[in-house]
Every structure is written in structure tokens, then in C-alpha cells.
């Protein structure tokens, strides 16, 4: 289920006391950024957390801190913390049915005009369309923490963005992605890895995003690698270091702002 929500200067306010953004430079107002009348797409299980940005588009699909999108992605999309998304990237549309006669959507989409226009000019096949149950159709797109995407790289319905990850400017993502590999290509390929086997298993037992970041990282962020997990090893070890657990966004607080509140 997805709810619609009209953008106001006053549910912009909101968002901006909650530290969730929708240009890159802070407190924005509809003038400029949104369309008169434009109203967000917010799913039902969504969760926005503080510190993150929709630089681009209408839709809402939930995002962690320290994120940000330049591109809209799909409702049902899941975004973790600490993400940079860039510029048109785009998740592949439905698969068509390749069992039947032909992939033809004539054959299961009973709202494209076409569709309806020619059912309704040919009333005696009405029981021609059958809906489209390929598997993939159902599944969003899950993108862990630590995930840079580059411009123009499109990715398959049902895939899962592995934690650290980087891809390539204008791959074709079609399959999971590796935690901490760099990929490209079409269809995209493992070029390397951001770290050695050793170090990509730490940092995934470690999972550093769950901590507030000061308590396990008093330093400047250009630490080494290794001194970095040895740090936050003895910070969580010790209990110094704290769970994040931010106050988050999702529709309880939105209910004031839907049009039918």
C-alpha cells in the first residue's frame, strides 16, 4: 500500500526539523523543487531516517542516514545508511511473460490505452488477458550501507545491493553484488575488491553503520583502514561505543500531512 501526500512549505518544514532533505544545499520550499500540487509517494512500511537527501523526484523509498539519491528510485526500494546514489539510476521495469505465444503486454496489462482500446473495440475476448506472474515482478531492489552507485546504472527487480559496494558508471547490475566489490560492465562484472578478504570479513562482522559514528571513530574519517576496525573493535568491545538508533520518519507521522487526515 502506498500513500499520497501533498507537499506543503509546512510538510517541507517537518521534514527539515527531522534532518531529511530535498536539495543538496538544505531548507527548501516548494518553489522550485516541486511541481504545484505535486503530491510524495510514501510506502506504508516506509522508515526515512534522519540526514538524508531526495534530491531528485517524488517518491519516498526508505533511506538511512547519511544517504542521499539524485534519482528516483521505485516505491518499494530500500536504501541503508552512509549511500551516495548519483544521477539517473534507474531499476528495470516488469518482465514480461516469455512462455506465452508472444511477450506482447497486450496479453496481461489491462491499463495501457492500447490494452483498452482494443478490448473495448473487441468486447467478445474479454477473458483474453491473464495476469503476469513472472517471479521478479513482485521484488524491489535492496541496497546496503556504505553503497556507492554511479551515474546511469541500471539494476534488475529482486537485486541485492551487498554492504560497502561500489558500481560503475553505466553498469547493467543483474545479478547480487558482492559486500565491498567494485563492479562495471554490462551485464556488470567483479572488477576487484575495495579490500583484502581479511578486511572485507571484519568490516562485515563489524557492521560500524549500527554505532553512533563519534563513539567508535574520534579521529579524522582519512584513518587507515586497519587502524579504523582496531578502533571500533575496542570501542564496541569496551561498550563505548553506542547503538544508533535515530527517531525516524514512517507514515504515523506523516498521517497529519495525507489529504484525507
Not at 490494452?115 to 503476469?132: G, I, T, W, Y
Not at 506472474?133 to 513482485?138: A, G, I, V
Not at 587502524?227 to 553506542?242: D, L, M, P, T
Request: hydrophobic share 40%; net charge positive; glycine share 6%.
Amino acid at each position: 500500500m502506498k500513500y499520497r501526500i501533498p507537499v506543503s512549505n509546512e510538510l517541507l518544514a517537518y521534514f527539515n526539523q527531522n534532518r531529511v532533505y530535498f536539495t543538496p544545499f538544505g531548507t527548501c520550499k516548494m518553489q522550485g523543487r516541486f511541481r504545484p500540487n505535486e503530491q510524495l509517494a510514501f510506502p506504508a512500511d516506509g522508515v526515512i531516517e534522519p540526514y538524508c537527501n531526495y534530491i531528485n523526484g517524488s517518491i519516498l523509498f526508505s533511506m538511512g542516514s547519511f544517504s542521499f539519491s539524485r534519482s528516483p528510485l521505485p516505491l518499494d526500494t530500500k536504501v541503508g545508511r552512509y549511500c551516495s546514489i548519483g544521477a539517473r539510476v534507474s531499476v528495470l521495469g516488469i518482465d514480461h511473460p516469455i512462455t506465452r505465444f508472444t511477450t506482447s503486454s497486450i496479453t496481461y496489462d489491462k491499463q495501457a490505452i492500447t490494452s483498452l482500446k482494443f478490448f473495448e473495440d473487441n468486447p467478445d475476448l474479454s477473458n483474453f488477458q491473464v495476469r503476469n506472474t513472472e517471479p521478479k515482478n513482485q521484488l524491489g531492489v535492496t541496497i546496503g550501507n556504505d553503497v556507492w552507485i554511479g551515474e546511469d546504472v541500471s539494476i534488475a527487480r529482486g537485486v541485492t545491493i551487498g554492504n560497502g559496494a561500489i558500481l560503475a558508471a553505466k553498469a547493467l547490475i543483474t545479478k547480487d553484488v558482492p559486500p565491498y566489490s567494485i563492479v562495471g560492465g554490462v551485464p556488470a562484472k567483479v572488477i576487484r575488491y575495495r579490500f583484502s578478504n581479511e578486511i572485507v570479513e571484519q568490516l562485515c562482522q563489524l557492521q560500524w553503520w549500527d554505532y553512533k559514528v563519534k563513539t567508535i571513530l574520534s579521529d579524522n574519517a582519512d584513518v587507515d583502514i586497519q587502524e579504523f576496525i582496531i578502533k571500533a573493535v575496542r570501542s564496541i568491545e569496551s561498550g563505548k561505543a553506542e547503538p544508533y538508533r535515530p527517531n525516524v520518519v514512517d507514515i504515523k507521522n506523516l498521517k497529519p500531512f495525507l489529504a484525507h487526515a
